[in-house]
């Protein structure tokens, strides 16, 4: 009984090392070829729909990728506007006024 013990604990012993093996050589692959992580600079999504109006400096709220964002923009725009989006940093989005869709 002892050797079946002994040979689960090291089987189990090997899968976790051979686990962790894997997870660092996946991890690490792209450093030791030389490359670079890289952060998607394009937005899910590009237009985004002005929920409470934004009126630089302050901030307003858009509701973006189905979630409500503090958003900032050059120039004023009304609620319920749609907005192009152009940048997200941190927890706040970077907007402009879509003149074609709110053109009518």
């Known amino acids: 009984m002892d050797v079946l013990a002994d040979f689960?604990?090291?089987?189990?012993?090997?899968?976790?090392?051979?686990?962790?093996?894997?997870?660092f050589f996946a991890c690490f692959w792209g450093i030791l070829k030389g490359?670079?992580?890289?952060?998607?600079?394009s937005p899910v999504s590009?237009?985004?729909l002005v929920t409470k109006a934004?009126?630089?400096?302050?901030?307003?709220?858009?509701k973006y990728s189905g979630s409500?964002?503090?958003?900032v923009a050059e120039e004023?725009?009304?609620?319920?506007a749609t907005?192009?989006?152009i940048e997200t940093k941190g927890i706040v989005v970077h907007?402009?006024?879509l003149e074609s869709d709110n053109a009518i």
Request: negative net charge; proline residues 10%; hydrophobic residues 50%.
């Open 35 to 41: 490359e670079k992580y890289v952060e998607p600079s």
């Open 76 to 80: 004023p725009i009304p609620e319920k």
């Open 68 to 71: 409500f964002w503090r958003a």
């Open 46 to 48: 590009t237009t985004a």
């Open 95 to 97: 907007v402009s006024f």
């Open 83 to 85: 907005v192009q989006v």
């Open 54 to 62: 934004i009126i630089p400096p302050a901030h307003g709220q858009i």
């Open 8 to 23: 689960v604990l090291y089987i189990g012993l090997a899968i976790v090392l051979g686990w962790l093996f894997a997870d």
